[in-house]
């Protein structure tokens, strides 16, 4: 299957019966481990995408695990991977390792521990404003979702990989990469991306 990604308005969940008794029992416990309501209903958003794109078609395999890295999968099921800002919550789903991340339009901030020297001299370059915010949220997106991708998350070598001109990359095991970036209907201030393994 291709790349499949879905988002849920988070001031759209009703947290009742109905939906709780969708969620995996460790999400209910998350959920109620919230204080606040928002974080409750961002928790109850990505259990509802997950139970609707993945658990729901494979009600045999609701064991889910995790990496090292905090990084979900269901055994014998699709690769799947959430991300969440502020209205959103996004679930991508593929036949090969996927990572996403969704973000809103903020204001740049350049970081030596995350961005390559050639993508800091690109955002350095760019006027300041919606401008360099755009490419900085267009960097910073693609970042996250390849280091989601690997399954290691935002690390020490973060800044060891460039997508200032391209939007694939290749790695030493000869696997690849690549990234597609994503506007959110009706949501212009908001940029999401996903990041896929190719099929050799």
Known sequence: ???????????????????????????????????????????????????????????????????????????NAPFFNLSHSNDFVMLAVSDTPVGCDIEKLHKAVLSHHVFHPNELNALSNLPSGDIQNHEFLRLWTAKEAFLKAIGTGIDAKASSYDFSKSNTISLYDGSFWKLEHHTVCDFPDYLSCVCYKCLQ
């Open 1 to 75: 299957m291709a790349v499949q990604i879905y988002y849920q308005l988070i001031r759209d969940i009703v947290i009742d019966e109905q939906l709780l008794s969708m969620l995996q029992p460790q999400r209910r416990k998350q959920l109620f481990s919230f204080r606040l309501e928002s974080d409750q209903k961002r928790c109850a958003a990505a259990g509802l995408l997950l139970w609707k794109h993945i658990y729901n078609k494979h009600p045999e395999r609701f064991t889910v695990s995790y990496n090292a890295s905090g990084k979900p999968s269901v055994a």
